[in-house]
């Protein structure tokens, strides 16, 4: 079973939607018992990182502790920024910090939030993106964004180039909608189905 | 991987719209394959597979009774749908709009609601996020401008801007608000995008009304959805250099079956505007 962590962070049911239509067994859940007896656990969320505060105080721990047990996790948007060690969109919010740096708004010379189709790059190896074309286009939604990172596997190119997807063993975040982003995006979802 | 002079790759989009009424799909749409005309869902997957970036889904229901289909309606073509979302229509409240949040829109569209009670745009964008929120603008042309705390004559109104007037309950009534200034307002309340429909252009099919659209896009840092006046890919390649819309939404010119779209996006492609596609 797929949790799907509803930690107060705008509309999920759509990923729901989508494992639903690969056949993925996947539940919404709030509850840290059903998150560490998870087989693998999404992180979505769209909006002000400041909802993670919600995520840190009831369910960090259950996650991490899984994360350490090699349980898969997939951060979305918001979900991949929280993986990060935390956001200047809401300073004393920390992240996991299971990648190195600060997420930060886009630079002024483009317009924000960044909407829409955009390509990815493919820069290294990985399991979440097997058979994604390098050029795929992805839907994205967002004024933040992460650095470029040694586990960068995937870049976007909007005000300079910026984290699409990382990937670390069992960690993986994507900055845009994999259950937005038609055809690639039902890939990735897949591919982390099948891990 | 390839990427245009500027490094520019997010793409301009395409947005296909369906108009229900009473769960049916109106205005008909002569795609080859279709199997039921009238039904949103396969319409609605089947724009998708075409190419469309996006698909708009307007309830212009008139009855209470048949709007109560609206999320059923929702659900069933959302389902069927992995590009965005959006449904617009009679959506009053915070609670109208979680419904349609629940049955899998990703965005709603709000429009006279928006003009009657501002503060909604940020209490939806307060607890789904402003991205999920697209104020809707109506707005008309060529009209005698009556601005609320005018006392100037029209050449002066004029002077200070006032491009359009913003129309509200399927554009039968006037509001006598700017549409600029109300685009500004919408983003500081919360909203994630605009969507700009040009009643003096709509059905036309004469092309989008481009001053007017880059009006709006240089008043807000926000996406700009450019609609009402599509009629040939001259049109789009228009509003997307000197409209200086982020996407355009159509209907009319979708209906003459799925190679329009790729056509479509192949003719704005090849005059430089960046498009998703193949997709």
Not at chain 2, 110 to 139: C, H, M, W, Y
Request: glycine content about 10%.
């Amino acid at each position: 079973m797929i949790a799907i962590v509803d930690y107060g962070a705008g509309n999920i049911s759509s990923v729901a939607k989508a494992f639903a239509h690969l056949g993925a067994p996947a539940q919404i859940t709030a509850e840290p018992q059903i998150v560490a007896a998870a087989e693998k656990i999404v992180v979505p969320g769209v909006g002000h990182f400041q909802r993670c505060e919600s995520l840190n105080r009831h369910l960090r721990p259950a996650i991490l502790a899984a994360i350490e047990r090699g349980i898969p996790f997939l951060g979305i948007c918001v979900g991949m920024q929280w993986l990060f060690e935390g956001s200047t969109e809401s300073p004393e919010t920390p992240g996991a910090a299971l990648f190195p740096g600060l997420c930060e708004r886009f630079p002024a010379t483009v317009k924000s939030p960044h909407v829409g189709w955009n390509r990815i790059e493919l820069t290294g190896s990985s399991r979440l993106l097997r058979e994604v074309p390098d050029g795929a286009f992805v839907y994205y939604t967002h004024s933040y964004r992460a650095p470029l990172v040694e586990h960068t596997v995937a870049v976007t190119q909007y005000g300079g180039r910026f984290s699409a997807v990382v990937e670390r063993g069992n960690i993986f975040g994507v900055q845009f909608h994999p259950e937005k982003s038609g055809d690639a995006g039902l890939r990735i979802l897949e591919n982390f189905r099948q891990l | 991987m390839k990427t245009s002079a500027n490094s520019e790759t997010l793409t301009r989009r395409i947005i296909a719209c369906l108009d229900v009424d009473a769960g049916r799909v109106v205005k008909g749409v002569q795609f080859e394959q279709l199997r039921d005309a009238g039904d949103p869902a396969e319409l609605a997957r089947l724009h998708a597979e075409a190419g469309a970036d996006e698909i708009v889904l307007l309830d212009i229901t008139a009855t209470a009774e048949g709007r109560k289909t609206l999320t059923d309606t929702v659900r069933a073509t959302a389902c069927q749908l992995f590009i965005p979302f959006t449904v617009g229509g009679g959506i009053r409240t915070l609670s109208d709009a979680a419904a349609i949040f629940d049955a899998g829109a990703d965005k709603v569209a709000i429009n006279s609601a928006a003009i009657a009670t501002p503060k909604l745009i940020g209490e939806i964008a307060g607890r789904f996020g402003s991205q999920a929120v697209v104020v809707a603008i109506d707005a008309k042309r060529g009209r005698a401008f009556t601005a609320k705390d005018a006392t100037g004559a029209k050449e002066e109104q004029r002077e200070i801007g006032i491009l359009a007037e913003v129309f509200v309950h399927g554009g039968r009534k006037a509001t006598g608000l700017d549409a600029v200034a109300w685009a500004r307002e919408a983003q500081d309340r919360g909203a994630g995008e605009i969507l700009l429909t040009s009643m003096d252009r709509d059905g036309t099919r004469m092309g989008f009304d481009c001053p007017l659209t880059a009006a709006i896009a240089g008043a807000v840092s926000i996406p700009v959805i450019a609609s009402g006046g599509a009629g040939s890919a001259q049109h789009f390649i228009e509003v997307f250099t000197a409209g200086r819309a982020d996407a355009a939404l159509a209907a009319s010119i979708f209906h003459f079956g799925t190679h329009a779209l790729a056509e479509l996006k192949q003719t704005l492609l090849a005059a430089g505007i960046p498009m998703r596609w193949p997709c």
